[in-house]
């Protein structure tokens, strides 16, 4: 079992940069399928990033349409933390962010949360 802490939100400006942390505890991420996921009220959680490791460098990495080629998920093995980079950011991104876990011997099943991280973009 792992346990995760999400940190880093705030509020920023449009077209601002952000990076958002989950740090882990109890077991090491590269030993999981890990994901970013959002929030909106009065809108179901979507998928936003995930990664995969299969070796200390290789890894395969998904995003959302929305922010394929702004947002950029890595790891710090040092810390055990799993990051997600968001630059040009814009109103539709504002949202409470989670980090999840997915174990290896039931990949796509996310039984992992953190309690999430509020980011707001403001003009």
């Known amino acids: 079992q792992v346990q995760l802490v999400e940190s880093g939100g705030g509020l920023v400006q449009t077209g601002d940069s952000l990076r958002l942390s989950c740090a882990a505890s109890g077991r090491t991420i590269s030993s999981y399928d890990m994901g970013w996921f959002r929030q909106v009220p009065g809108k179901e959680r979507e998928f936003v990033a995930s990664v995969r490791w299969y070796g200390s460098s290789t890894y395969y990495a998904y995003y959302a349409d929305s922010v394929k080629g702004r947002f950029t998920i890595s790891r710090d093995d040092a810390k055990n933390t799993l990051y997600l980079q968001m630059n040009s950011l814009n109103h539709e991104d504002t949202a409470v962010y989670y980090c999840?876990?997915?174990?290896?011997?039931?990949?796509?099943?996310?039984?992992?949360w953190g309690q999430g991280t509020q980011v707001t973009v403001a003009s």
């Open positions: 999840a876990a997915s174990p290896p011997t039931a990949s796509g099943t996310w039984d992992y």
